[in-house]
């Protein structure tokens, strides 16, 4: 050891002892307070040897946290002999007991696991030298948080029941409206994976001429705000998009959604519509579309258990009295799924398992939903894919949190695993579906959703 790096250490180490008796002259900061004790101006590294820290919530683990940061070359900090006793110190604070890293000077990154999900997180770092006085920082901290406050996204939402009409016409807020109509709940949930719009399980074979709006072909996926979550909460965090993934069942990521965000699906009013609609119970109108159309775009293979995931059918429709009583009491949710959309003209002749839903009529100066509307919310957040993005008769699993504008994660991770199996129908006399008559399409693609669970 040379005389120089001697007299480097042995002056350190004095002024770090007399930082113990007479108190350092910067603040510790919120997380080193405790333990750490500050080292007088002299002996404090301040000119970015390191600096950048970022912080992230790990898209694969919901509950590991990714830290990295840049740095100079620590050979030029200047540490003589201290830099054998000398680490980057990492903390991180989610509301439970602190974490803490203790790191070689040449790391650039660190990993934190088992972190509380739906909290903010803060991490500190700084250089800190080990004495046999204690630990001292001879750095300025470094801070970066996350607020990780939002829930999980959904691939599906609770079908609803309008109990009780609003009286008089649609008005112009919507709002208005729907606190006017009480709704409840009702059985099975609307997925949001489809072929059109409208998420139904129909498409085009290749050329084709079936019309969907927008008139490109594509799969649709759809993501729900949480109910408990409030526009404000996504503000105070800056929410920005939801992120898909889809991996096939090797564990590969499918190339067309590898990480892509999604769009807002906010429709305008003047679309004519802000939820989508199954059907009516017991409105005169609307009698004949239960027996027209599927309400179930997937059905639900839980554990070998399968169901469609929205069970409605099976009422006597034209049985007033019958209709009557079931929105009384509820209704038992039956189990049974009808044939879907109309083909041709009102010739009863449907192909088996095709699904699509039509949107609600919410024009201002309209009549609102009449009393037993079957409806559910419209997604969110979307992304449109190509119609071939998934194999038939191969199962996929798609994942979506939600980031910030700095495409930090701040929500957790949450999983659909769907096998689709693609069949081909043909009929004649031409398809009627959601956009209206489509009279020279004689044959689609209908695809069997099936939900894992």
């Known amino acids: 050891m040379t005389k120089g790096t001697h ?26 307070d405790d333990d750490y004790k500050d080292c007088p101006t002299k002996t404090r590294l301040r000119d970015g040897q390191i600096s950048d820290l970022a912080i992230a919530r790990d898209s694969d683990d919901e509950e590991e946290v990714n830290v990295s940061w840049a740095a100079t ?9 201290n830099a054998y006793s000398t680490s980057l ?68 939402a609770g079908v609803k029941r309008v109990t009780v009409a609003a009286a008089g016409l649609d008005t112009a807020d919507d709002a208005t409206d729907d606190e006017a109509e009480m709704d409840e709940a009702t059985g099975g949930v ?29 799969l649709r996926i759809g993501l729900k705000h949480p109910s ?11 929410f920005d998009a939801y ?57 639900i293979n839980d554990d070998g258990d399968f169901e469609p995931s929205i069970q409605v059918g099976g009422l006597s429709l034209n049985n007033a009295a019958d209709t009557a009583t079931a929105i009384a009491t509820g209704g038992a949710i039956p189990t049974t799924v009808t044939f879907a959309p109309a083909v041709g003209a009102d010739t009863g002749v449907q192909p088996q398992g095709m699904s699509y839903v039509r949107p609600a009529v919410r024009v201002t100066g309209t009549t ?20 071939d993005t998934l194999d038939s008769d191969e199962s996929y699993t798609i994942t979506a949190w939600a980031i910030n504008e700095d495409d930090e994660v701040i929500s957790p991770v949450v999983s659909l695993k769907v096998r689709p ?26 695809t069997e959703f099936t939900v894992l669970k």
């Open 89 to 156: 110190v990492v903390l991180l604070d989610d509301g439970g007991d602190l974490k803490k890293e203790t790191l070689s000077l040449g790391s650039r990154k660190t990993t934190f696991g088992s972190v509380e999900t739906g909290a903010k997180v803060t991490v500190q770092m700084a250089i800190v030298v080990d004495t046999a006085d204690g630990d001292y920082l001879i750095s300025d901290i470094l801070k970066a948080s996350v607020n990780q406050s939002l829930t999980a996204p959904a691939f599906s």
């Open 7 to 32: 007299l480097l250490r042995s002056a350190l180490l004095a002024l770090l002892a007399l930082a113990v008796i007479s108190g350092g002259s910067f603040a510790a900061g919120d997380l080193f």
């Open 228 to 238: 408990a979550e409030t526009p404000d909460q996504r503000d105070l965090v800056d």
């Open 421 to 446: 199996l693609d069949e081909t129908v043909t009929f004649t006399g031409g398809l009627t579906d959601y956009l209206g008559a489509n009279a020279d399409v004689t044959g689609v693609t209908v």
């Open 368 to 387: 609102p939903a009449p009393v037993g509307t079957l409806f559910a919310p419209l997604p969110d957040e979307h992304r449109d894919l190509p119609q």
């Open 243 to 299: 992120i898909l993934r889809i991996t096939d069942e090797d564990g590969d990521v499918v190339s067309e959604v590898d990480d892509i965000k999604t769009l807002s699906s906010a429709y305008s009013n003047n679309d004519g519509y802000d939820r989508f609609v199954f059907g009516s119970w017991g409105g005169g109108d609307d009698d004949d579309l239960l027996t027209n159309v599927e309400f179930s775009n997937v059905r």
């Open 190 to 218: 609307m997925y949001y994976v489809g072929y059109n719009q409208n998420f139904g399980n129909y498409k085009d074979p290749v050329g084709g001429t079936l019309g969907t709006y927008p008139s490109n072909p594509r």
């Open 73 to 81: 070359d620590p050979a030029t900090w200047g540490l003589g002999a």
